[in-house]
Every structure is written in C-alpha cells, then in structure tokens.
Nanobody, 115 residues
C-alpha cells in the first residue's frame, strides 16, 4: 500500500501563487508516475500534470506555462508550483501515484482563487 498526504492548499487572490506538496509513504519502491488532478464542484476530476520516474512531464493545456510539476525521489514527494492563478483553478487538488498494477490517491487539498 501507498499512502499519500497533500499539503499547501489555501485561499489566494487571482494572480497569486501556491505550492502543493504530496508526500508518499508505505510501499514507495517502484512508484512510477505521480501526478496532480483536480475536481471543481459539479465537474469531473481532470488531469493537471503528471511526472514520470525519469522526470518526463505532461500538462493540461489550461495550466501550461503557469504550473510546474516536480518530484524528489529521495523524499518520495511530488510538488506542484502554481503561478498566475485564476478563479477557474479553484478546485480540490488530488495527488496520484502509480505503482503497477495499482494507483493510489491522496485525500485532496482545497485551492480557492478569489477574483
């Protein structure tokens, strides 16, 4: 089993920045991809960004150029630096870790961007 704990969410004004962290514990060996997803009220959960074990990244078009995902394999932690935040970025942000054949989710952290 892998446990994921997110932190760093909060309330910020439009144009501001936040940095999310997700620390993995438990059976963290052979974790492959890690990523961030988000779910706004009344909407489906959507991909924000992913990062492979080798550092390859993938971003949703809506966050390209504003968000940066990174990971520290020694600390089993993945980060999401969010800049130039917009009200439409308001959502619960979830961390996901993939270790074949399973995927694990964190409990989520709320990000609210005021206009």
């Amino acid at each position: 089993q892998v446990q994921l704990v997110e932190s760093g969410g909060g309330l910020v004004q439009a144009g501001g920045s936040l940095r999310l962290s997700c620390a993995a514990s438990g059976s963290t060996f052979s974790i492959n991809a890690m990523g961030w997803y988000r779910q706004a009220p009344g909407k489906q959960r959507e991909l924000v960004a992913t990062i492979g074990s080798g550092g390859s990244t993938n971003y949703a078009d809506s966050v390209k150029g504003r968000f940066t995902i990174s990971r520290d394999n020694a600390k089993n932690t993945v980060y999401l630096q969010m800049n130039s935040l917009k009200p439409e970025d308001t959502a619960v942000y979830y961390c996901k870790a993939s270790r074949w054949p399973n995927s694990y989710w964190g409990q989520g952290t709320q990000v609210t961007v005021s206009s």
